[in-house]
Antibody, heavy 120, light 110 residues
Framework: EVQLVESGGALVQPGGSLRLSCAASGFSFNGYSMNWVRQAPGKGLEWVSNIGSSGTTYYADSVRGRFTMSRDTATISVYLQMNSLRDEDTAVYYC??????????????WGQGTLVTVSS | QSVLTQPPSVSAAPGQTVTISCSGSSSNIGNNYVSWYQQLPGTAPKLLIYDNNRRPSGIPDRFSGSKSGASGTLGITGLQTGDEAVYYCGTWDSSLSARVFGGGTKLTVL
């Protein structure tokens, strides 16, 4: 069974930092790209970042330069290091898989999400 | 303002058929695959359709997808009350080098 389990969400002050984790199991981790997608309270989905099996990354304009996505084959996990957090980064953050071979193909498996709240 | 445009809401009676549109441009839908996601209240999104018209295993054939030019369409036949959810379209935008979503369409089954 495929499982993606996010963790690390918390309440953090504006300007602060946080590191999210997504532990993967049940599929061939090295054969998939991974994504972070967020959803602000009562709002729609917003893609945040993508990392391929080779480590190539893409970021949304809203987070580029502040967030860094990484992956670790030893821990079978992906991470999102979030710096210089802003109020508008408040959201549930989901990790999701996507095809390594077609960047526009759908995000197949999703985790249950972890809540990040940025507030003073 | 979302890159992809969806109607905010649609409604239909149980048993009927509904379609949800997703409009984009040549830099996204026009030259890339469209996917569709269902988000039931309080849950994570779930992939319904990928690569324009393919269903993941376990998704009933009541759900279908199509693409024409720079627009995609999700169709749902034999509507059930359990289909009430928000539906999102998504794709890759080659100009932005980013995944993009529509704003979401809330389906109400009357």
């Amino acid at each position: 069974e495929v499982q993606l389990v996010e963790s690390g969400g918390a309440l953090v002050q504006p300007g602060g930092s946080l590191r999210l984790s997504c532990a993967a199991s049940g599929f061939s981790f090295n054969g998939y790209s991974m994504n972070w997608v967020r959803q602000a309270p009562g709002k729609g989905l917003e893609w945040v970042s993508n990392i391929g099996s080779s480590g190539t990354t893409y970021y949304a304009d809203s987070v580029r330069g502040r967030f860094t996505m990484s992956r670790d084959t030893a821990t079978i996990s992906v991470y999102l290091q979030m710096n210089s957090l802003r109020d508008e980064d408040t959201a549930v953050y989901y990790c999701a898989t996507s095809s390594e071979y077609s960047i526009s193909s759908g995000m197949y498996y999703w985790g249950q999400g972890t809540l990040v709240t940025v507030s003073s | 303002q979302s890159v992809l445009t969806q109607p905010p809401s649609v409604s239909a009676a149980p048993g009927q058929t509904v379609t949800i549109s997703c409009s984009g441009s040549s830099s996204n839908i026009g030259n890339n695959y469209v996917s569709w996601y269902q988000q039931l209240p309080g849950t994570a999104p779930k992939l319904l359709i990928y690569d324009n018209n393919r269903r993941p295993s376990g998704i009933p054939d009541r759900f279908s997808g199509s693409k024409s030019g720079a627009s995609g369409t999700l169709g749902i036949t034999g509507l059930q009350t359990g289909d009430e959810a928000v539906y999102y379209c998504g794709t890759w935008d080659s100009s932005l080098s980013a995944r993009v979503f529509g704003g979401g369409t809330k389906l109400t089954v009357l």
